[in-house]
């Protein structure tokens, strides 16, 4: 999808939300998603699935057939690279960098050498008190164990593929 039009599809579809007067936590609670994953699929940033289809469209009516079509082809996943000068994405980034290698570590000493997935991964948003009475943000980033695989020949699928073919 070219830049323009998923700009249009995406300006379209938080039309629609703003007009529904819901937020993404609502429409989450409503659809059974997370809050971000809402917001992935109306910025253009996920697929929506076909069994997601008749709950989204329960919560928000007012998308058409059209935009739940465009929702549902495999999304160009992009972003503009100048979102790090706003603020709260700065912070996020910030937080990320400043506690990454300790992070990493501890998912290292408790897992293995190896990631997290952002492919099965789920992400949200939630807002609670904390001890000293103040709204606190709390970001839950979910991922899937990913461990590094030792590059075997042997396992090297498309090598035993070549050892069988000849060339001509």
Known sequence: MEAAKKQSVTNQLLAVKTASGKTFSQLAAETGLTNVYVAQLLRRQAQLKPDTVPKLKEALPALTDELIGDMMSPPWRSYDPNLIQEPTIYRLNEAVMHFGESIKEIINEDFGDGIMSAID?????????GVDGNNRVVVTLDGKYLSHSEQRTENMVSRLNLKGSTSE
């Open 121 to 129: 991964f789920y992400c949200s948003v939630d807002k609670i008190k």
